[in-house]
């Protein structure tokens, strides 16, 4: 079955014991158990409810993984899967890894002595040097925010092979439609659901697919100890928006694509960074290990007051942080995402005062691109 059909048809399309074509809403806390001495699927829903599980198998499907967990934010996903490690374990994270997982892992985990080298993970090369006795997983995220870097997901893996270390990615740009990490090899993947998976900008969540019983089993003890799951409601929410995550993701790459195009061609914009154009550094690391380069790209405009203009008169798109919506969202990293990152920090990175990020949505490209060209003259 093609990855669109199984949007549709996935197993969780229709309720059980109803024949619904939506799984309802189980907004409920806790079950009948007609037999205390015979165990039941359902008891509790921070265990486990109907809706949430449904929202679960589904990701597990479409990532190819053995088990789904959803969460009530990305953060949460990423923050269990993290707690399955121990004091004294050793975790590579790539240096551009999103602005809450660099907070999570500097200002939380290491308090529990999780030992965290961040390095260069586009330098297969940083990753096989970083590696020590203690070294339990590399924490991977491909392509990389803002500035979409590329990592080779299956170097990447082989070196972790070699060295019994667990691969996990942060598949949340990509979507399990353009990009699925656990069929190249890794562990888990998270996602914050929030972004493209939702799709509609109107629901927090997150998701992790998982390969192997043993490993599912220690991110269910997490996700039914610390109790970060999410909600039936907003579980709801994410199916609902899964169904079109293949049309959405498809028009709106497109549009990302014609707008990295033209954004090349004008004159107040220095530099284009998406993955999709010939002249990206990653471009054919990545086009081998997803579908498609997606869409979010960022540019650089000749200056800092250049930039400030275009994201004081932009129109069309709404200026915010988050990404993945049916809007077009115009962020500016230094102010907002990557506001936290000392300045010296940023700019070694090439996060620049005049770096604009967008989330290109469903908008029809030639009013977009007519809206950018007047936000920039
Ligand atoms: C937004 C985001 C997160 C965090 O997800 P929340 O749902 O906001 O908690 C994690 N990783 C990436 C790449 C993101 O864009």
């Given at each position: 079955m093609k990855f669109g059909t199984k949007l549709i048809h996935?197993?969780?399309?229709?309720?059980?014991?109803?024949?619904?074509?939506s799984i309802p809403v189980y907004q409920v806390s806790t079950y009948h158990q007609e037999d205390i001495d015979k165990g039941q699927e359902f008891d509790y829903s921070r265990s486990g409810n109907p809706t949430r599980k449904a929202l679960e198998d589904t990701i597990a499907k479409l990532e190819g993984g053995d088990r789904g967990f959803a969460f009530s934010s990305g953060m949460a996903a990423t923050s269990s899967v993290l707690s399955t490690f121990s004091s004294g374990d050793h975790i590579i994270v790539c240096e551009d890894v999103y602005g809450g997982t660099y907070r999570i892992t500097t200002n939380f985990f290491n308090r529990f002595k999780l030992d965290i080298t961040f390095v260069d993970a586009s330098d297969i090369n940083a990753i096989k040097g970083s590696i020590r006795n203690n070294t339990k997983a590399l924490f991977l995220e491909t392509?990389?925010?803002?500035?979409?870097k590329i990592i080779d997901l299956k170097s990447a893996v082989e070196i972790a092979k070699q060295h019994g270390i667990l691969v996990i990615v942060d598949n949340t740009f990509m979507s399990p439609y353009l990009q699925r990490p656990l069929e190249l090899g890794a562990d888990i993947v998270v996602h914050s659901a929030t972004k493209f998976i939702g799709g509609h900008s109107d629901v927090i969540g997150g998701l992790a697919a998982v390969k192997g019983a043993e490993l599912a089993k220690r991110v269910y003890f997490v996700q039914n100890g610390f109790g970060a799951v999410l909600g039936p409601q907003d579980s709801w929410l994410l199916l609902r928006g899964l169904k079109t995550l293949k049309v959405r993701m498809d028009y709106q790459q497109n549009n990302a694509n014609r707008l990295a195009q033209w954004l090349k061609t004008n004159?107040?914009?220095?530099k284009v960074y998406y993955p999709g154009l010939e002249e990206h550094p990653g471009r054919n690391i990545h086009m081998s290990q997803a579908d498609g380069a997606g869409a979010v790209l960022s540019f650089e405009t000749v200056d800092t007051e250049m930039a400030k203009r275009f994201m004081k008169n932009v129109?069309?798109?709404?200026?915010?942080?988050?990404?993945?919506?049916v809007e077009t969202i115009a962020s500016y990293p230094v102010k907002?995402?990557?506001?936290?990152?000392p300045k010296p920090e940023r700019e070694r990175l090439g996060i620049s005062d005049s770096l604009i990020r967008i989330s290109v949505g469903l908008e029809e490209i030639d009013d977009l691109i007519e809206d950018f060209e007047r936000a920039l003259s």
């Amino acid at each position: 079955m093609k990855f669109g059909t199984k949007l549709i048809h996935n197993g969780n399309e229709i309720d059980k014991t109803t024949g619904a074509l939506s799984i309802p809403v189980y907004q409920v806390s806790t079950y009948h158990q007609e037999d205390i001495d015979k165990g039941q699927e359902f008891d509790y829903s921070r265990s486990g409810n109907p809706t949430r599980k449904a929202l679960e198998d589904t990701i597990a499907k479409l990532e190819g993984g053995d088990r789904g967990f959803a969460f009530s934010s990305g953060m949460a996903a990423t923050s269990s899967v993290l707690s399955t490690f121990s004091s004294g374990d050793h975790i590579i994270v790539c240096e551009d890894v999103y602005g809450g997982t660099y907070r999570i892992t500097t200002n939380f985990f290491n308090r529990f002595k999780l030992d965290i080298t961040f390095v260069d993970a586009s330098d297969i090369n940083a990753i096989k040097g970083s590696i020590r006795n203690n070294t339990k997983a590399l924490f991977l995220e491909t392509p990389s925010n803002p500035l979409m870097k590329i990592i080779d997901l299956k170097s990447a893996v082989e070196i972790a092979k070699q060295h019994g270390i667990l691969v996990i990615v942060d598949n949340t740009f990509m979507s399990p439609y353009l990009q699925r990490p656990l069929e190249l090899g890794a562990d888990i993947v998270v996602h914050s659901a929030t972004k493209f998976i939702g799709g509609h900008s109107d629901v927090i969540g997150g998701l992790a697919a998982v390969k192997g019983a043993e490993l599912a089993k220690r991110v269910y003890f997490v996700q039914n100890g610390f109790g970060a799951v999410l909600g039936p409601q907003d579980s709801w929410l994410l199916l609902r928006g899964l169904k079109t995550l293949k049309v959405r993701m498809d028009y709106q790459q497109n549009n990302a694509n014609r707008l990295a195009q033209w954004l090349k061609t004008n004159k107040h914009v220095k530099k284009v960074y998406y993955p999709g154009l010939e002249e990206h550094p990653g471009r054919n690391i990545h086009m081998s290990q997803a579908d498609g380069a997606g869409a979010v790209l960022s540019f650089e405009t000749v200056d800092t007051e250049m930039a400030k203009r275009f994201m004081k008169n932009v129109k069309m798109a709404a200026v915010a942080v988050s990404l993945g919506g049916v809007e077009t969202i115009a962020s500016y990293p230094v102010k907002m995402s990557h506001a936290s990152i000392p300045k010296p920090e940023r700019e070694r990175l090439g996060i620049s005062d005049s770096l604009i990020r967008i989330s290109v949505g469903l908008e029809e490209i030639d009013d977009l691109i007519e809206d950018f060209e007047r936000a920039l003259s």
